[in-house]
């Protein structure tokens, strides 16, 4: 290792993975606006947050969560040109508000990450007794 390299790293630094509960809520967030497929949700994360990724495994983890607590459901689409069938996910209607909930949690996340903020913790997470600021910082690492 060289210093340039350190240099490089923090002038054009390694895209970020999301974990699965970022997933989450980021395909939440999607699904909250329309229908779609794992590759368009990959895609559509590099495209609108480029130095975020989000890897097939974690994807498909998160998809999976979501069908097991019965917030999605998924179905399958004939594409005209493409062989076989696309499997599509559509959020189930009873979890619209959970959802944006949750999808609020992945924006205020991206706006805390642009402001140097850590930890987004949500009002619905804390007992009643001990409400007070939603966002909190975490010490730095």
């Not at 890897?55 to 999976?64: E, R």
């Amino acid at each position: 290792m060289k210093f340039e390299d350190i240099y490089q790293f923090f002038e054009a630094p390694p895209p970020v993975y999301l974990n699965k509960e970022l997933a989450v809520c980021y395909v939440l967030s999607v699904l909250t606006r329309y229908d779609s497929y794992g590759t368009d949700l990959i895609h559509a994360i590099e495209r609108d947050y480029p130095s975020y990724r989000l890897s097939d495994t974690v994807l498909y983890s998160a998809l999976k969560f979501l069908e097991n607590q019965t917030a999605i459901v998924g179905y399958w689409e004939k594409v005209e040109g493409r062989g076989r069938p696309r499997r599509m996910y559509r959020l189930r209607p009873d979890w619209q508000m959970k959802a944006r909930e949750l999808a609020d949690l992945w924006q205020r996340y991206m706006v805390g990450q642009k402001h140097g903020q850590q930890k987004i913790v949500s009002s619905a997470a804390i007992p009643q007794s001990q409400h007070r600021s939603v966002a909190a910082e975490m010490p730095s690492r």
